[in-house]
């Protein structure tokens, strides 16, 4: 297998899980549908919004004496419980730990969170929007530092995208008392 570079993908598949697998040491990539999807590695203000969310939620399940968990990619998902979906979120709540094994989750999270990179725009809010919603993810945010804003999607509730600035709290669906607002992170 080829080494993929920054915005690419490779188009000769389908591909599995073991093919992700068989990337050389230090590859980062995703499998959505059997396609193969390179990884950028993050910026700064993309790794401090990612870690900061990441612990408001860990700090309020623990809190709240919660049963759920937080990981913050790398961390395996295999999204449809298939051969062909393999992703890592930015961050993902799994509430199910039957679903926890150590390859990592498998089957949908309820929550998974985003940080848009200016090479992922187009996966975060197409492919993978698509994929989380098809595999039963209950909730699906996008931040975008770009735009300053979050788009919730809320499929429990088969509801249109909310778009938040990043100065206004955005509302958790599965757990009513959190909200997080994006600009405390940012100052």
Known sequence: MQLLT??????DGPFTIDDIFALPEGQRAELIDGQIYDMATPNRIHQTIS???????????????????????????????????????DICVICDKDK??????????DWIIEIVSPSSRKTDYII????????????YW???PAKACTTVYDYDKDAAPTIIPFDQPVQCGIFPDLSITVSDYLK
């Not at 920054?6 to 188009?11: A, G, L, S």
């Not at 926890?100 to 999270?109: I, N, W």
């Not at 993978?128 to 909730?139: I, L």
Request: include cysteine.
């Open 6 to 11: 920054e915005n690419d993908f490779i188009d």
């Open 142 to 144: 996008i931040v975008d």
């Open 100 to 109: 926890l094994s150590d390859r990592g989750c498998e089957g949908a999270p």
């Open 128 to 139: 993978k929007n698509t994929a989380y919603s098809r595999a039963g993810v209950r909730e």
């Open 51 to 89: 870690f900061s969310i990441a612990r408001t939620i860990a700090d309020h399940i623990d809190a709240k004496n919660g049963g759920c968990e937080v990981y913050m990619a790398p961390f395996a998902v295999i999204i449809q419980n298939d051969i062909k979906n393999y992703v890592e979120p």
